[in-house]
Structures are given as C-alpha cells and as structure tokens.
C-alpha cells in the first residue's frame, strides 16, 4: 500500500463512519414510533420486492411513461453497485480488482461498467433536460435536491470515463477494446497526450470520482434520496391485507386517541416519511390537489418527516418537542384545514411506487382532533349528534326508514325466511333520489327471485362517514350496535346499496371479529344476469359513461361487475371517462366530505362532472349514492341536468327488465 | 366558586308525533335528548370554567332516567352533578320547579359560593321560559334573561356585565353578583365531549337528592305546589288560507302577488 491508498483509507473511514453515524441518528427516530405488526407472509413480501423495485414495475407505469428513465437509472445503479464496490476496494488494496479475475468474466463486467456508465449519464441529462424545459406540474420539478443527486451521478460517469480512458491510453487496461465508450474517448481525445498529463489526467479523475461517491453515500440521509436506502424495505413491509381500514381503537383511559404528535405514529408510518421519493403521483392523483385545495398528500408525508427529524432528538432526550404536528403552515406541521380536504379516495395509496399510505394518516389526525380535541368544522357538530342520537347523518325519526317500501311488497329479514338481508343504508332510506335507486334494487332482487328482506326501523346507519372523520368512538358504538342486531336476526349475507356501508360491513366489522358474505348491488345483480336468471331487453339510455366509485374500485377491486351490467342492460359498452379504474376521479363526497362545506378551490364534483360531459354523454351510471348526489348537483351547476341524467346500475337494469 | 347551569332532559320534538285520534303527543319511542338551549348554558358555563377558573355543577330535576343527561354534562366537563328527583317533586309546573331548582341552588351554596346560575332561555318541550326568572324571584337572585353575551365578570367587585339580545336592539347590563341568566342559542357553540373526558366521566358519580335531602314542605312541590291547571290540549285547527297565483304554471307571477300581499299588510317592506 502506498501513501496515497493510506490517505483513501483514511478518508473512507470517515466517510463510511459518518454514513453510518447519519443513518443511526435516522432510523433510532423510528423507533420512537408505536408497534405495528408487519410479519408473516415472507414468500408474498419477498415476490413484491423483486418485483416492485428491481423489476422496477413500481416506476414503469402507463401514465407516467418518465418512469422508464428511472427504471433505467436503477438497474444502471445495481450494475454500477459492484463497480463502486471494486473501486472502493482497490482504492485502499491496489491488489483487489476485477483485472486480476479470469480474462472472461473481467471482459464482460467491463464491457457492461462501461456500456452501464454511459447510459446512466444519458438517463441523467434525459431527467435533468426534463426537470428543467419540460418540468411535469404535479412536483417541484426544479428542486435544488434533484439537481445535487443528478449532478453527483452525472459527474460521477465523466469521472469514471475520465479516468478510465486515460488509464486505457496508459495501456493499463487488458479491457481495452471491451470498454466501446472509454476506448474511444482515449483514442479521440488522449492519443497524443504526454504519459505525464495522462498520469494527472487519471488521478484527478479517480480522486473527483472518489470524493464524489463518498459524498453522494453521505447526502443520501439528508435528501429525497433516502429512498434508494428506504423504499426496498418498505415495499418489503407493505400492507397486504387488501384493506385501508383504519385500525380499532382501544378506549381505555389513559389511551391516546388519533395522532396529535409524531411518535403517536407507528414505526412504519415513520418509514412511509422517510421512503417518499417525492415523485409526485401521489399529488397527480388527489382530487383536493387537482382542485387547488392546501391539501397535497405528499406535502402531508413530507411534513410528517420533517416533523420527526426535527421533534425525534428531542423526544429521545425526553425534551419538549418544538414543532406541533397539527398547525398552521409550516414545514413539518399540517394544517388542520389539510386534514379535512381528504375525500379518503384512495388514489394517492393506490398510485404511489414504494407503498406510502398516504390518507390513513389523515383519518389518524383526524381522530385526534374530533377525540382528543374535540374540534372540527363547524358543521360536523350537527352530523355527529345526529348519528349519535339517531343514527343517520340528517337526524330524521330512525321510525321512518323503511317509509321508502311504503306500497310495496317489502318483507321484513327473518331468518330461515328470508336469505339475504338489503341493507339499504341512509342515503338509501332517506334521500329521496337515493330511495329511488332502493326501489329499483327491490325491483331487480325481486324479478330474479331472490330472497330477501330488510331490517327496517332496525337498521343503523353503518358508521363509515364517522369513521373516516376521526370518530371512531362513536363508529364503534354503531359497528356493535348493528352486529348484535344481525346476530340476533341470524344475518349472514348481506347485500349493501351502497359501496361506503359495503366496505364498512365487510372489512370494517371484520375488524370484531364477524365475518359477513358482504356483496355490494352492482356484482350481485351482475351475477344474476350470468346466471340467466334475469332476463333483459336492452334498453337505450344514449351514450353511457360509467363512474368509478372509489369505495367500489379502488377499495374492493370491483371494476368489471358494473361494466359487464351495463353492456346487458344497454347492449353497448360503456364510454369510459380519461380517469377510470384504478386512476377514477372521485366523487368528492367520500371520507366524510359529503358533510362539509367545500369552500376552498374548485368544486370537486363540478371537476368530475365536466370531465364525464366531455365524454358527451346521455346517461351517467353510478353505483353509490353519493356519486349519485355528487353528479346531480354537478349537472345542475352545469346547466345539464335537463339533458343528462344519472342513473345507478340497479335503475339502469330495471329499465331493460322484461315486462 | 360555583357557577350552577340548570338542565333538563326533554324528549326530542322534532321526533314526536300527535296521535291522530286523541290529539295527544305519542312519547313511546322518542328519544331524550338535553334541551337544546340548556346545552348552551351548560357551554356558557364550561367557557366561565375556562376563563375564570369556577367550578361547573350541572343539575336538573326530572325523573331517574335523566341521569343520562348528566352523564352527558359530565362527559363535557361539569365537575359535579345532581339529579333531584322525587315522587313528591312530580307532576310540577313552573312555579314549583322553580322552588325545588332554587333550593337546591342555596343546597349547593352551602357548601361553595354560587356566582351565577344559568339556564337555557326555555325548553322545547314546556316553551314557557318561566323556570329561569322563577329561580331568580326564589333565590332573591337578580336576573338578566335572553343573554347572547357574557362581557365580563368580576370576582372582586362582584359585578358583571352582559348582553341580552331582545327585538330588533341589545341592551348592555351591569349587574351584581350572584346572579341568573337565561341564555339564547347565540351565545355560543356548545362543545363536543372528547373522548378522554367522556372515559373520565364514567366513573365520576351522579348525586341524587330527593325530599328526604331537600326537607321541603311537600304542599309546595310537585302537583301539590302546582297552582296551573291544565284544561285541555290541542293542536290549534289549521284554517284555510287564500291560494295566490298559479305557482306550477307560473312561479314568477304567483311570486310576486305573493310578495305585494306581504307588503299590502305590512309583514315585509321592499
């Protein structure tokens, strides 16, 4: 070893001593968080990873075709990883390097660090083109951050050129005719330089690449870039329930309730902050965001982090935190007005590459401002003593709901009698819009013959908008109530009107323990049309567009059931609308909002509505009632109500059922 | 010190029905619920808590099920509550309400200096608005009714200052302390029971007190000290009105004869 591998050495030391004293002081933060489960299903998890980050299918994505760049990037990065490891190596032990391998294998890793090297540095200039002269909207594309990594990686490469092809016009280098890039770099620029220069020339460029790599593993636990050491394990970890249900509470004194502080978060809440790459989908995807409204999910997740780098120090040396998580703006605190724009959609969860959950932290927020504070928008106070009082958002007398059946032939579920119970839920009940929809789904259940019955005076509401509000203890209250009222009837299936109590009855009441056959109108009525038991004239209802309830899709997957409805009942298929499946808009009335007044940005729903009436539709079919209310109050802003008209997947079958 | 706000537990109209052969009000089925403006008194007195730092004891006379009620006022943050009830304090009207409210006020007092005591302006389900002034008159108490603003008040000089809302003006009163006021819905924004508090509340106990603590001459609560008759109940017969305009065909017209009758008899002024 010479001077100059003792001074590497040394220098490495530092650096790596540091890495790893940033990376300490990082993930101890996490362990500030409360426990959460995350074993089991190591096979499924393992299957993830592979193919999540290293056959990047988390980056490759249809609508954000820029992802392929990144893909490019990573492998570029997994191929260089052994590269960087040989020169760190051989920096200290000139012996160490893959020259002294068989000429075969030494040949190819050459070959491929070269032909890798020069694509990571056209993938680089492709990014740093991108972000600068045609910048997406949904990120701050021109963040100082993104500059300093593209620009280590960038400088990175011409290092690695540099002093490899002045190596090569040294003749240092067996792999020379291997090696496409540097070997001609060497014999365009290098051919007539005096050994000398060229001596300078490869120890300049080893030394730039040396400290720049060393500076680059120092700066990624400092920047966005955390996430080349985060996401693997937090795809890793990712739920995979197949539910986004916020967790029970346990009301015992002394419990907190919702999250007020960040270490209320639980350890893996702490590692969705530090994985955000900050790609922005997630802000592409909201509906609050789109319509210009504070809430931006992954602001939410940013400001998470923040406020733990700057609060964990302190909460580990059992000091006063300095920074509220919950207060007006400022990085690392959320608005409160943030926490009440979430519709809870689903689509920032749905789209995100490394599995943050974004929303599910806003209900944990929520949940702390209505149980532990007591302080929410105005008009929640009403809605919340309504439900908790009469069960039902509008405090109408419970007495009443089943007023919808008056005239018709509706039994009352009795078990052994009757085989399904329609839990028909408020809207259903009271609304007088939604009641039609109710009588059309009797209408269906009926000409099909199927067996059921409701529970009439009975019925609660299922609970979900409180829920999704934060007021788990009053939802709690309805969930018991309504479970000990199916187990003292003897229901078991159920078939909801509604995605909202579809979702809340299945995986929401699953959470005590009762497992429910739970289907929602629009996959039971489906599976009466395959199996012949109705029979359909094809009616014509115009162009129909069809409207993605986000509690239906996104939630449970139900995609195809509505679809293949609708093509029975019209004979044609549906127009689908540039935001459907997985990317559908939202109605805006999800999560509870359905209870707000949406004062800031554009209105949510006259968002969805113009993008269907681009479509030029006659029919717009929905399958849940807020959709439902959503899309009529958008068409009569519109001024297109008198042309348009929405209709539910059940209505839309009544009208092709046989006479 | 002791701020007291009077409750009452009342079933919830908006849910009644009326019998439609005797004519009666149908209370099977009907939930309870706090009358809505005691939980504005009950609020005013949890922000004098706040500010001041008094002690909040919520109490109400009605039968034994109206603990449910102040469980509820506890579960918001009253420090004590009392449930005064009693056979003999059955089938009371206003006045004799009043007397047992009153005595149990200076009960209260005899242990902790009373500073006010408020009540809703009146209940949805009597509507007289007679039961506040009643403890006023009883306890020798001033009274400020129809409160929609507390300005300020002074523990030292004993003195506060109020405003109550009447028609179409407010007055600004100074006023001595002790005190009753009644409250209107403006006021305030009653609070929500967190869920910390609403866990606490559960052990904290409700205080019963029937004639046998109160020592009250039985010939003036209850029925007994009731000196309202009660003839008959009705629903008042609806008349016929006049049919202005065609409001199907024609909204535009039958809106504005509607408009110029209201105006010909002075109920609006354009």
């Known amino acids: 070893m010479e001077i100059s591998n003792w001074i590497f050495l040394a220098i490495l030391a530092v650096a790596l001593i540091a890495f790893v004293w940033s990376c300490r002081n990082k993930f101890r933060l996490l362990a500030l968080g409360k426990p959460e489960d995350r074993s089991g299903s190591g096979l499924k998890r393992v299957w993830n990873v592979f193919v999540y980050p290293l056959l990047q299918r988390c980056a490759v994505n249809p609508f954000y075709r820029f992802g392929i760049n990144h893909a490019i990037l990573f492998w570029c990065f997994l191929v260089l990883l052994l590269a960087n490891g040989e020169f760190l190596i051989h920096g200290v032990l000139p012996g160490a390097t893959f020259a002294a391998m068989p000429n075969g294998l030494y040949f190819t890793l050459a070959f491929a660090f070269d032909i890798v090297s020069i694509l990571a540095l056209l993938a680089v200039l492709l990014a740093v083109s991108r972000r600068l002269f045609f910048p997406p909207k949904y990120i701050q594309a021109r963040s100082k951050d993104a500059f300093i990594i593209l620009g280590m990686i960038a400088t990175l490469m011409i290092a690695f050129f540099g002093s490899h092809s002045a190596e090569i016009a040294l003749g240092e280098v067996t792999a020379a005719k291997y090696m496409p890039v540097s070997n001609w770099i060497a014999n365009t620029f290098m051919g007539a330089t005096a050994e000398s220069t060229l001596e300078i020339v490869k120890n300049v460029f080893w030394w730039l690449h040396a400290i720049v790599l060393l500076s680059f593993l120092n700066y990624l636990p400092y920047s966005k870039h955390m996430h080349i050491l985060t996401s693997i394990p937090n795809v890793y970890l990712r739920n995979l329930t197949g539910s986004t249900s916020p967790k029970r509470e346990e009301f015992k004194k002394g419990n907190t309730f919702g999250v007020g502080k960040v270490n209320d978060f639980t350890w893996k809440n702490l590692l969705d902050a530090y994985s955000c790459t900050e790609c922005g989908r997630c802000s592409d995807n909201c509906p609050a965001t789109k319509t210009d409204k504070p809430l931006n999910p992954r602001l939410v997740i940013h400001d998470i982090k923040v406020n733990l780098l700057k609060n964990g120090p302190q909460i580990v040396d059992g000091k006063p935190v300095m920074l509220p998580l919950i207060a007006p703006h400022h990085e690392g605190s959320i608005e409160e007005d943030v926490i009440w724009d979430c519709t809870t959609c689903g689509a920032c969860v749905a789209v995100c590459p490394v599995f943050i959950e974004q929303f599910p932290r806003i209900i944990d927020m929520r949940r702390h401002l209505v149980e532990t504070e007591g302080k929410f928008p105005e008009e929640l106070l009403g809605f919340f003593e309504n439900m908790e009082q009469r069960s039902n958002p509008w405090g109408i007398t419970p007495g009443d709901r089943a007023k919808w059946a008056t005239g018709l032939d509706v039994k009352m579920f009795e078990a052994g009698k009757t085989e399904y119970l329609l839990y028909v839920g408020c809207f259903g009940s009271f609304d007088a819009r939604a009641k039609h929809v109710t009588v059309a789904i009797a209408r269906v259940l009926d000409a099909a013959g199927v067996s059921w019955g409701i529970l009439g005076k009975d019925e609660k509401c299922c609970g979900d908008s409180l829920r999704r509000l934060g007021n788990e203890y009053i939802f709690e209250q309805m969930a018991k109530d309504n479970l000990k009222t199916f187990q003292a009837k003897g229901v078991t299936k159920i078939i909801t009107e509604c995605p909202h109590c579809f979702t809340a009855l299945k995986d929401d009441y699953a959470q005590y323990g009762v497992k429910l056959e739970v289907i929602h109108h629009t996959e039971f009525i489906n599976n009466l049309i395959k199996e012949g038991k109705l029979k359909l004239n094809p009616a014509d209802l115009g162009k129909t567009v069809f409207h993605d309830s986000c509690y239906l899709g996104r939630y449970n997957n139900i995609y195809q059931a509505p679809r293949e409805t609708v093509k029975a009942a019209t004979g044609k298929a549906v127009v689908e609308m540039d935001r459907n499946l997985e990317r559908g808009f939202c109605c805006g009335a999800g999560g509870g909002r359905m209870w707000l007044e949406e004062s800031r940005g554009k209105r949510i729903n006259i968002e969805r509505t113009e993008e269907a009436l681009k479509k030029q539709p006659r029919t717009i079919c929905v399958s849940c009632p807020y959709c439902m209310t959503m899309f009529e109050d958008g068409l009569k802003d519109k001024n297109a109500d008198k042309d348009v008209q929405v209709l539910d997947i059940a209505e839309v079958v009544v009208k092709a059922l046989k006479k | ?270």
Request: with cysteine; proline share 6%; hydrophobic share 40%.
């Open chain 2, 1 to 270: 010190m002791l701020v007291v706000a009077c409750i009452k537990q009342v079933p919830d109209t908006t849910q009644v029905k009326i019998d439609p052969v005797t004519g009666t009000l149908i209370r099977e089925g009907v939930p309870f619920i706090m009358n809505p403006f005691d939980t504005h008194a009950l609020e005013e007195a949890l922000r004098l808590k706040d500010k001041y730092g008094f002690r909040v004891a919520a109490i109400t006379m009605g039968p034994p099920n109206s603990t449910l009620t102040l469980r509820k006022a506890l579960s918001l943050g009253a420090d004590e509550v009392v449930l005064l009830s009693d056979r003999a304090f059955g089938g009371a009207d206003t006045l004799a309400t009043s007397r047992v409210l009153a005595e149990a006020v200076k009960k209260l007092g005899e242990k902790e200096e009373v500073v006010m005591v408020i009540c809703g302006k009146q209940t949805i389900d009597g509507d007289t608005a007679q039961v506040g002034p009643g403890i006023a008159t009883r306890l020798r108490y001033p009274q400020l009714t129809l409160v929609d603003q507390i300005k300020s008040v002074d523990v030292n000089t004993k003195k506060m200052i109020a405003r109550r809302k009447l028609e179409g003006h407010h007055e600004i009163v100074e006023v001595k302390l002790p005190v009753v006021i009644t409250v209107v819905r403006e006021i305030n924004k009653p609070r929500y029971p967190t869920v910390p508090m609403r866990l606490s509340s559960e052990d904290m106990p409700v205080t019963t007190w029937d004639n046998k603590t109160m020592h009250l001459d039985e010939t003036t609560i209850g029925l007994k000290g009731s000196p309202t008759r009660v003839n008959r109940i009705f629903s008042p017969e609806r008349v016929k009105g006049e049919i202005i305009g065609d409001g199907l065909k024609n909204p535009e017209e039958a809106a504005a004869l509607l408009a110029n009758k209201l105006v010909e008899r002075d109920i609006i002024h354009l």
